[in-house]
């Protein structure tokens, strides 16, 4: 509880995003903002943000790639790049995410696949296990502390052992570490899980919250999908309420990733959420009053009767929620914990922390610094079928929601969709209204292994060899594009250096 308590009051905040970033500037009562850590370059800060530090506006980065939920652990250099903009920013806590973003590799001696986004981890033991060693490496590489989030999800997994609220209980439990409460997350799985959003939040440690997340969705044919693109609805603050009812959250900040609004909606949305926490506080108040002048009360008459007691009825009106345990108890925490922990804590220290190494190349595998142990092994197995069959058309796993894997099946091809958009804008600009319906299209077929870049260069490499577009002039264009961001091609026996030299022989011939 003592290391929860350095972090202070963050306030209220906003995610900071450059096409805002002016506006964010110029609205008044912004505590502290949220930066997309892997969007921030340490050694050259936007001018925004260095401005905002120098108001004493506090900077979180946010990483969006770390993959603590996968089955391999923390890839050192993604540690690394956390650490430095935690370290530029001068941020008190860094944020990242309980999810899994890639699979396959060497643990299952098949293709490294990268879903392009946050893809929810099975609550189960061997999935708790991973997740809890994955986070004392991360823990132990960073130099802040590190909070991490509940994520929104389409699909459920088969066979799972635990709610929500008692795998983050757990997890809090087993390495301390602090959460960031996504309560628009909890209402898009309370439409797309039929889970409880009241019933996580009686089970999750409130004590550990480090700040929460509220955002706006919409639902289509019965689906909700967290777009962080329109604005913040009733329900999602109807459980700010609820949480904030629960306890005082050090920081509540706003996220809006697309189809930015005027300023003064966005301040508009800033004052719903401090209306929310206002009255939620002023309710909070009254009835911690109200319990403890009724404690009080049974207590005299038990005392008068009974004399002091301990436990028992009495000792459970105390409001003192469970302590997450400190540094110190870590270890003897670990080396006690009877469930499931397949490592001892010791020997999750003495892990380089190059574990986990992964290259994102085409056919690159990831190569683990340690065996894997079977939860691992079993996770990966788990994980890497799931994401080759929403990204690569394979079979569907068995105890999957077919529909539903579909659906997520086209929103992660959308969300690529738009993430190439914006880092090759280019692409949208030459292929004009075919740009979106040709990489829906190409997407299901080519799996994503070498993050947006790569991508984006692998779907114009894709289009020129099939002779598109149609048009000539937008074709010499695409060309000239891909033969600029390609490179020269160093000599190289890999069969993915080979094939990209023979598509520039063909490619330079046309």
């Not at 004493?56 to 790049?81: C, N």
């Not at 609220?165 to 039929?194: C, K, M, P, S, W």
């Not at 691992?376 to 105890?399: D, F, K, W």
């Given at each position: 509880?003592?290391?929860?308590?350095?972090?202070?009051?963050?306030?209220?905040?906003?995610?900071?995003?450059?096409?805002?970033?002016?506006?964010?500037?110029?609205?008044?009562?912004?505590?502290?903002?949220?930066?997309v850590?892997?969007?921030?370059?340490?050694?050259?800060?936007?001018?925004?943000?260095?401005?905002?530090?120098?108001?004493?506006?506090?900077?979180?980065?946010?990483?969006?790639?770390?993959?603590?939920?996968?089955?391999?652990?923390?890839?050192?250099?993604?540690?690394?790049?956390?650490?430095?903009?935690?370290?530029?920013?001068?941020?008190?806590?860094?944020?990242?995410?309980?999810?899994?973003?890639?699979?396959?590799?060497?643990?299952?001696?098949?293709?490294?696949?990268?879903?392009?986004?946050?893809?929810?981890?099975?609550?189960?033991?061997?999935?708790?296990?991973?997740?809890?060693e994955?986070?004392?490496?991360?823990?132990?590489?960073?130099?802040?502390?590190?909070?991490?989030?509940?994520?929104?999800?389409l699909?459920?997994?088969p066979?799972?052992?635990?709610?929500?609220?008692?795998?983050?209980?757990?997890?809090?439990?087993?390495?301390?570490?602090?959460?960031?409460?996504?309560?628009?997350?909890?209402?898009?799985?309370?439409?797309?899980?039929?889970?409880?959003?009241?019933?996580?939040?009686?089970?999750?440690?409130?004590?550990?919250?480090?700040?929460?997340?509220?955002?706006?969705?919409?639902?289509?044919?019965?689906?909700?999908?967290?777009?962080?693109?329109?604005?913040?609805?009733?329900?999602?603050?109807?459980?700010?309420?609820?949480?904030?009812?629960r306890?005082?959250?050090?920081g509540?900040?706003?996220?809006?990733?697309?189809?930015?609004?005027?300023?003064?909606?966005?301040?508009?949305?800033?004052?719903?959420?401090?209306?929310?926490?206002?009255?939620?506080?002023?309710?909070?108040?009254?009835?911690?009053?109200?319990?403890?002048?009724?404690?009080?009360?049974?207590?005299t008459?038990?005392?008068?009767?009974?004399?002091?007691?301990?436990?028992?009825?009495?000792?459970?009106?105390?409001t003192?929620?469970?302590?997450?345990?400190?540094?110190?108890?870590?270890q003897?925490?670990?080396?006690?914990?009877?469930?499931?922990?397949?490592?001892?804590?010791?020997?999750?220290?003495?892990?380089?922390?190059?574990?986990?190494?992964?290259?994102?190349s085409?056919a690159?595998?990831?190569?683990?610094?340690?065996?894997?142990?079977?939860?691992?092994?079993?996770?990966?197995?788990?994980?890497?079928a799931?994401?080759?069959a929403?990204?690569?058309?394979?079979?569907?796993?068995?105890?999957?929601?077919?529909?539903?894997?579909?659906?997520?099946?086209?929103?992660?091809?959308?969300?690529?969709?738009?993430?190439?958009?914006?880092?090759?804008?280019?692409?949208?600009?030459?292929?004009?209204?075919?740009?979106?319906p040709?990489?829906?299209?190409?997407?299901?077929?080519?799996?994503?292994?070498?993050?947006?870049?790569?991508?984006?260069?692998?779907f114009?490499?894709?289009?020129?060899?099939?002779?598109?577009?149609?048009?000539?002039?937008?074709r010499?264009?695409?060309?000239?594009?891909?033969?600029?961001?390609?490179?020269?091609?160093?000599?190289?026996?890999?069969?993915?250096?080979?094939?990209?030299?023979?598509?520039?022989?063909?490619l330079?011939?046309?």
């Amino acid at each position: 509880m003592e290391r929860l308590r350095t972090l202070g009051t963050l306030g209220t905040g906003i995610g900071w995003r450059p096409e805002i970033a002016d506006a964010v500037e110029r609205m008044p009562g912004i505590d502290w903002v949220e930066a997309v850590a892997e969007n921030v370059c340490p050694g050259h800060l936007p001018e925004s943000l260095l401005r905002l530090r120098e108001r004493g506006i506090t900077v979180v980065p946010h990483g969006v790639s770390l993959g603590l939920g996968g089955a391999d652990r923390p890839d050192e250099a993604r540690l690394t790049a956390l650490a430095e903009r935690a370290e530029a920013l001068g941020s008190p806590l860094v944020t990242e995410h309980i999810a899994f973003v890639r699979a396959g590799g060497a643990l299952t001696a098949s293709p490294l696949l990268e879903a392009g986004h946050l893809l929810p981890v099975p609550r189960t033991r061997d999935a708790l296990d991973v997740l809890c060693e994955n986070v004392r490496i991360a823990q132990a590489a960073l130099p802040v502390p590190l909070a991490v989030e509940n994520i929104a999800a389409l699909i459920s997994w088969p066979g799972e052992e635990m709610t929500e609220g008692q795998f983050l209980y757990d997890l809090v439990e087993r390495t301390g570490v602090r959460l960031l409460i996504d309560v628009a997350n909890l209402h898009t799985n309370h439409v797309n899980r039929g889970e409880d959003p009241a019933k996580a939040l009686d089970e999750l440690p409130v004590e550990a919250i480090a700040y929460v997340h509220v955002a706006g969705g919409f639902e289509r044919d019965g689906v909700w999908h967290d777009s962080h693109a329109h604005p913040v609805p009733r329900p999602v603050l109807d459980i700010l309420t609820d949480l904030a009812s629960r306890t005082t959250p050090p920081g509540v900040l706003l996220e809006r990733d697309e189809n930015f609004p005027e300023p003064a909606e966005l301040e508009r949305e800033l004052g719903a959420i401090r209306e929310t926490l206002e009255k939620a506080g002023a309710g909070a108040s009254a009835g911690a009053a109200r319990a403890a002048t009724r404690a009080a009360a049974e207590l005299t008459a038990v005392g008068a009767i009974a004399g002091p007691r301990r436990g028992g009825a009495v000792a459970r009106t105390t409001t003192t929620p469970p302590a997450v345990p400190t540094p110190a108890g870590r270890q003897a925490e670990a080396e006690t914990h009877t469930t499931t922990a397949p490592r001892a804590e010791a020997e999750v220290r003495a892990a380089p922390r190059a574990a986990g190494t992964e290259a994102l190349s085409a056919a690159s595998t990831s190569t683990p610094a340690a065996p894997a142990d079977p939860a691992r092994q079993r996770l990966a197995l788990a994980q890497a079928a799931l994401l080759s069959a929403l990204v690569a058309g394979t079979p569907v796993p068995e105890g999957f929601d077919r529909v539903r894997l579909g659906v997520q099946a086209r929103a992660l091809a959308a969300k690529r969709a738009d993430v190439v958009a914006k880092v090759a804008p280019e692409l949208p600009e030459i292929l004009a209204e075919a740009y979106r319906p040709a990489f829906l299209t190409y997407a299901p077929g080519h799996p994503m292994t070498g993050g947006y870049r790569r991508d984006a260069l692998d779907f114009a490499e894709h289009l020129l060899l099939a002779g598109r577009p149609e048009d000539a002039e937008a074709r010499r264009r695409l060309r000239d594009w891909w033969l600029e961001r390609s490179g020269p091609t160093p000599p190289s026996r890999h069969p993915a250096a080979r094939l990209a030299r023979a598509t520039r022989r063909v490619l330079l011939r046309r």
